[in-house]
């Protein structure tokens, strides 16, 4: 029998690889400024409209002053939203726990666009009871505050909770308030949950 009687996941490269590089091509191609400095800048604007510096309207308009961005924001829109791709081995284990009757939740640095984008694409976001996003409450992982709002809104016992995350300073976090944790590899999913007790 498992350890744990919940699930607490990250989204991003956990239930849905991404990669925002071919976006971000596609981005330069409808924007006036090649300039890597301005670049760098939006990497930075990517960070605070994550974080809820930045609402939607103002990341946009920024983007827009920053690079150039000369599509409308559905075009803008499309080309952000298109960097997600599906997991499946990730849909089944998560079909499995819904299966045990294990509740499960979302936790992650996101922004609305996308969660807009991928909870209307893919179903699998049906068996989450609850989502804690950091645009939302203005904190970004792997700042521990971000899993205290987690165990406070959902009533986690973080010892008897499996949090899932691909990167570890949110796994550090995670363990420091006691959750179980599971250092998460897409790429190798079999692998990665090798050492997972029963």
């Given at each position: ?150 165990i406070e809104r959902f009533g986690l016992d973080p ?40």
């Open positions: 029998m498992a350890s744990y009687s919940a699930l607490l996941f990250d989204i991003g490269n956990v239930i849905l690889p991404f990669d925002l590089g071919p976006a971000v091509q596609r981005l330069r191609a409808r924007s006036r400024s090649a300039d890597p400095a301005a670049w760098r800048k939006f990497d930075a604007l990517k960070i605070s409209y994550e974080s809820g510096t930045l609402d939607r309207a103002g990341f946009l308009a920024a983007v827009r002053h920053t690079v150039g961005f000369a599509g409308e924001e559905a075009d803008f829109a499309a080309i952000w939203t298109d960097i997600f791709t599906p997991n499946p081995p990730m849909d089944a284990f998560i079909e499995e726990q819904a299966a045990a009757g294990r509740p499960m939740y979302l936790l992650s640095n996101t922004n609305d666009l996308h969660v807009e984008y991928f909870t209307a694409r893919y179903p699998i976001f049906g068996r989450f009871a609850g989502a804690v996003y950091s645009h939302e409450e203005k904190l970004f992982k792997p700042d521990p505050a971000i899993f205290r709002v987690a010892a008897r909770t499996l949090y899932l995350d691909d990167l570890a300073p949110n796994i550090a976090s995670a363990r420091e308030l006691g959750f179980q944790t599971l250092l998460y590899d897409w790429r190798q999913h079999a692998a990665s949950f090798a050492a997972l007790p029963a």
